[in-house]
């Protein structure tokens, strides 16, 4: 098991950038396919972006891509992710979650994935 916190959320107006960072304690981080996932109210909680063990592989949900990038950081147990160009549609709580599977064609499914944090908020104003 891996603990995941999220940071970096705030508000922002639209066209602005952020970066949101997840940062993990506990088992070896690098065994961890990660990804951000975002919930707005009333809505159903979606895949953002994936990104593999070795950071070599990297997904994105359509409603992002272009936009936003993924990265990470093994040796300092942490993942970014930097969003440009943020609409209002963006506005949403933002979560990082791991799991240890490897990258497969599951890695968009929340189900699949067994740690999560707790979520920042991200508000883009119009």
């Known amino acids: 098991q891996v603990h995941l916190v999220e940071s970096g959320g705030g508000l922002v107006q639209a066209g602005d950038s952020l970066t949101l960072t997840c940062t993990a304690t506990?088992?070896?981080?690098?065994?961890?396919?990660v990804a951000w996932f975002r919930q707005a109210p009333g809505k159903e909680r979606e895949f953002v972006s994936a990104?593999?063990?070795?950071?070599?592989?990297?997904s994105f949900g359509g409603a992002v891509t272009g936009r936003f990038t993924i990265s990470r950081d093994n040796a300092k147990n942490t993942v970014f992710l930097q969003m440009n160009g943020l609409k209002p549609e963006d506005t949403a709580a933002y979560y990082c979650?791991?799991?240890?599977?490897?990258?497969?064609?599951?890695?968009?499914?929340?189900?699949?994935?067994?740690?999560w944090g707790q979520g920042t908020q991200v508000t883009v104003s119009s």
């Open positions: 979650a791991a799991r240890e599977q490897r990258y497969d064609s599951s890695y968009a499914f929340q189900l699949t994935y067994g740690d």
């Open positions: 506990g088992r070896t981080f690098s065994n961890y396919l």
């Open positions: 990104i593999d063990q070795s950071g070599s592989i990297k």
